[in-house]
């Protein structure tokens, strides 16, 4: 926990998120205390945590953990993943269910598309939040997904009112594990700007769309998982400093 906090700090970040499932073993032998004085040494926040599945039959086991750390570490969003059970309107009410129970924490629930789960594309998550109409229930579109479910920029065109949270990293345009989606996501992301993807033109029309919305970095790599953390941290906040920089030009 020092050290990812340190590299986030080294590097200028002053948010991280926190995986939910990582912290209910890291609660096995610690207690929230221990978290607090470790983000005040650090001078970071917790801004997101994520994810738990929030439209399946059975309540995740996770939600009642997700629901302790909202409610201490106030954090601006959690992200929620499919399946969903039944039908869209179906997974609505139970999405819904888990924005109102987080509401009074202030806490957003941004759902995101993967293409390896039946809420694959960004219009079928917008059609869930549609349908629950809840004001703290939004999309996280992560640009890798969009990429690899083949989808073109203009996909996005009527959904930006519903997207929240913009998820960043790069690849190729070339699906490198095609047999399994869910482990190239797992594998195989580059860092801002080393990659393929067209971040410029996302970035410009998330400023046209939505500039209110936030971001995210989620980089996983198994190569980058092998070097220094605060060699990755720095990097991938250098990468995003020069997409947003060229976000920025008319060229």
């Not at 909202?70 to 009410?93: F, T």
């Not at 970095?217 to 998982?225: P, W, Y």
Request: charged share 25%; with cysteine.
């Amino acid at each position: 926990m020092e050290i990812r906090f340190a590299a986030a700090r080294d590097a200028g970040f002053v948010d991280v998120g926190l995986s939910v499932r990582w912290m209910n073993q890291w609660l096995q032998t610690h207690e929230l205390a221990e978290l607090d004085q470790i983000l005040e040494q650090f001078g970071v926040r917790v801004a997101e945590l994520e994810a738990i599945r929030v439209m399946g039959e059975e309540v995740d086991p996770l939600e009642d953990l997700a629901a302790l750390l909202a409610e201490h570490l106030r954090p601006d969003r959690l992200q929620a993943v499919g399946p969903y059970s039944g039908s869209e309107s179906e997974a609505a009410l139970r999405a819904g269910r888990v924005a109102d129970r987080f509401a009074r924490w202030n806490v957003d629930v941004v759902l995101e598309p993967l293409p390896f789960t039946n809420m694959k594309t960004p219009s079928n998550a917008a059609s869930i939040i549609h349908f629950a109409d809840r004001p703290n229930l939004s999309m996280c579109l992560d640009v890798w997904h969009l990429y690899r479910m083949g989808l073109p920029l203009s996909h996005l065109d009527d959904l930006w009112p519903y997207i929240s949270t913009l998820q960043f990293n790069d690849g190729t345009l070339m699906c490198e594990y095609p047999e399994d989606l869910r482990e190239d996501c797992l594998r195989n992301r580059r860092i801002p700007g080393l990659g393929e993807f067209d971040l410029v033109g996302i970035l410009r029309a998330r400023n046209a769309h939505r500039p209110g919305s936030t971001f995210s970095i989620e980089v996983i790599s198994t190569e980058l998982k092998a070097q220094d953390p605060f060699l990755t941290a720095l990097q991938i906040a250098e990468g995003l400093d020069t997409v947003l920089a060229a976000s920025r030009t008319d060229s």
